[in-house]
C-alpha cells in the first residue's frame, strides 16, 4: 500500500479530556527498574456488524503494542468485573479500582458499506476518575493496523510524556539459504514485524539500509557493480540510483536530519575516509584525511555534529566532530573495541556494538563518552539502531551452529525487555524509521 497519508480526520472529543491534562497518571521512566503500569483493555466495541473483526484485531494489537513496551501489564479479560457494552456508557470506576486497574482503555468501532472504518478510543484514569484522551480516526479498513499502533503510541504519550514508536517501520537485511552461501535482500516491515515486504532480490549483497527522515527512501550499500557501492531506493516504487557518479568505493551511508545529503566512506582501496554528498547535485565534500579506516558515520539530531568509528588512534574507537568536518574528539575510552555508533534522536546518548573479550555487547553512553552502559551481551551481536522516541534499540544477534543465523532483537535503554523481533527469515541490520506520517 502507498505510503501516503491515510487518515481523513483526526478529533477530539469528550468533555472531560482538557480538564484531565494535570491528571495524576504518568509513568516516570528511568534507569531503575519499571513496574509495569496494569491497564484493563476490554474488547473494541463492533458498532457494526461488519466492523466484529476488525474491533478484535485492533484490541489485540493496542494491547500488544502497549504490553510489548514493558511498562504496561494488562489485565486479563476474565478477571473484569466491569463489562463495557456502551461506549458512551458512564465508566463505573469502583469496578474497576477493585481489581487494581491504572489505565481503562475503550473503543469503539465502525465499518461503513465502502470499506471505510471510524475507530474511537477513551483513555481513563481510574483513580482520578478523570477521562485523560479521546481521539477518534478515520481511514481505509486496510489501515487497520496503522491505525492500532496510532492509538497506542497516543495513549503512550498521555501516560509517559514522551511520543511513542509504534507507527514507525524497520528495513532489514532479509537472509537465508545454507551458511556458507548465504543469500541477503531488503526487506522492510512494521515495527513489530508484520507487513514484511521485500525491496530487493538476492542477486547481489546488500548492506546497511538507512531511512530517510520522511521514511520514503532508502539509502543503502549493494555489490552489484561489482564492488560495494551506495544507493538511493524510492521504497514505494523502488526505483533507485546510484549516489557517487564517481563509482568509487562507497559503504556505511546515513540520511543527515534534513534529508537534503548523505554522510558516507568512500575509499580508493587503500583507507577509506568519510564524505558528505548533496543528493540533489552529487557534490562532494571530504570531511577526514587521514590514513586510518573511517567508517560508519551518523550525524546528531540537530546536524551539527557528526559520531564515527576509526583506528587513527591504533585501535578501533568511537570519535566526533563538527558536521564541516576536523577536530575530531575520540569518545570512547573503557577496554576493548567501538563499532557502530548512531546517535540518539533525544540527542542524549550515543549506542554502539563493544567487542571485548571475545564477546560483543551494545551499549550507550553519553555524547562525552562518559556514563558507559552496557545493555547486551552474547558472542556475536551488533548493529543497534534507535526507536523514534529514544526509548528503544534493536540490533541483530548471531545464533551459533551450522543451521543458525542472524537474529533481530530489541531491547530498552534500561537494559530491560530484551524481545525477538518475528521475521520471516533470518534478518540483520536494522535500521528503524521516524514515526509515519
Not at 478523570?130 to 503512550?156: C, P, V
Not at 498521555?158 to 524497520?170: A, H, K, P, V
Given at each position: ?17 482538557t480538564?484531565a ?15 509495569p ?12 456488524a ?5 474491533a ?6 493496542v ?94 504519550a ?13 528495513v ?67 526505483r ?197 506520517e
Open positions: 500500500m502507498p505510503r501516503q497519508l491515510i487518515i481523513a480526520c483526526l478529533l477530539a472529543f469528550g468533555a472531560s479530556m480538564h491534562q494535570s491528571g495524576p497518571l504518568r509513568i516516570e521512566i528511568t534507569e531503575g527498574v519499571i513496574e503500569v496494569p491497564v484493563a483493555i476490554p474488547r473494541f466495541i463492533a458498532e457494526t461488519a466492523a466484529d473483526t476488525l478484535g484485531q485492533l484490541t489485540e494489537l494491547t500488544a503494542d502497549l504490553v510489548n513496551s514493558g511498562l504496561f501489564r494488562a489485565i486479563p479479560a476474565d478477571a473484569h468485573i466491569g463489562r463495557v457494552t456502551n461506549f458512551n456508557a458512564p465508566v463505573q470506576y469502583a469496578d474497576w479500582k477493585v481489581i487494581n486497574v491504572h489505565a481503562l482503555i475503550t473503543g469503539a468501532v465502525t465499518v461503513t458499506d465502502d470499506n471505510q472504518m471510524v475507530v474511537s478510543f477513551r483513555l481513563f484514569d481510574i483513580f482520578s476518575q478523570n477521562q485523560m484522551e479521546g481521539l477518534q480516526f478515520a481511514a481505509s479498513t486496510r489501515a487497520w493496523r496503522r491505525i492500532g499502533h496510532k492509538i497506542a503510541d497516543r495513549i503512550y498521555r501516560l509517559t510524556g514522551e511520543q511513542g514508536y509504534f507507527d514507525s517501520r524497520i532489514y537485511i532479509a537472509e537465508e539459504g545454507p551458511k556458507d552461501a548465504r543469500k541477503k535482500r531488503l526487506a522492510v516491515m512494521d515495527y513489530d514485524g508484520a507487513n514484511n515486504r521485500y525491496l530487493t532480490d538476492s542477486s547481489s549483497i546488500v548492506l546497511a539500509p538507512r531511512f530517510s527522515p520522511n521514511a520514503r527512501e532508502i539509502i543503502y550499500t549493494s555489490y552489484e557493480t561489482g564492488v560495494p557501492q551506495v544507493f538511493l531506493m524510492n521504497v514505494d516504487t523502488l533507485r540510483r546510484l549516489i557517487d557518479q564517481d563509482r568509487n568505493m562507497s559503504f556505511a551511508p546515513r540520511f543527515s536530519p534534513d534529508g537534503q545529503r548523505a554522510i558516507m566512506s568512500l575509499s580508493d582501496g587503500r583507507n577509506s575516509d568519510i564524505y558528505s554528498v548533496d543528493l540533489a547535485t552529487g557534490q562532494k565534500t571530504r570531511l577526514t584525511r587521514t590514513p586510518a579506516i573511517e567508517t560508519a558515520p551518523g550525524y546528531s539530531p540537530d546536524g551539527s555534529r557528526i559520531v564515527f568509528e576509526s583506528d587513527r588512534g591504533g585501535g578501533q574507537q568511537i570519535y566526533v566532530m563538527g558536521a564541516n568536518g576536523g577536530n575530531a574528539q575520540r569518545i570512547s575510552r573503557g577496554e576493548g573495541r567501538y563499532a557502530t555508533p548512531v546517535w540518539s534522536p533525544r540527542g542524549d546518548l550515543i549506542a554502539f556494538t563493544k567487542i571485548l573479550n571475545d564477546r560483543f555487547h551494545i551499549g550507550v553512553m553519553r555524547t562525552d563518552g562518559s556514563g558507559e552502559r552496557l545493555l547486551t551481551g552474547s558472542r556475536l551481536e551488533e548493529g543497534p539502531t534507535w526507536s523514534p522516541n529514544g526509548r528503544v534499540i534493536m540490533f541483530f544477534r548471531e545464533i551459533p551452529g551450522a543451521d543458525g543465523g542472524p537474529i533481530i532483537y530489541s531491547v530498552n535503554v534500561t537494559g530491560q525487555n530484551l524481545r525477538k523481533v518475528p521475521t520471516p527469515t533470518f534478518g540483520s541490520d536494522p535500521a528503524w524509521s521516524n514515526l509515519l
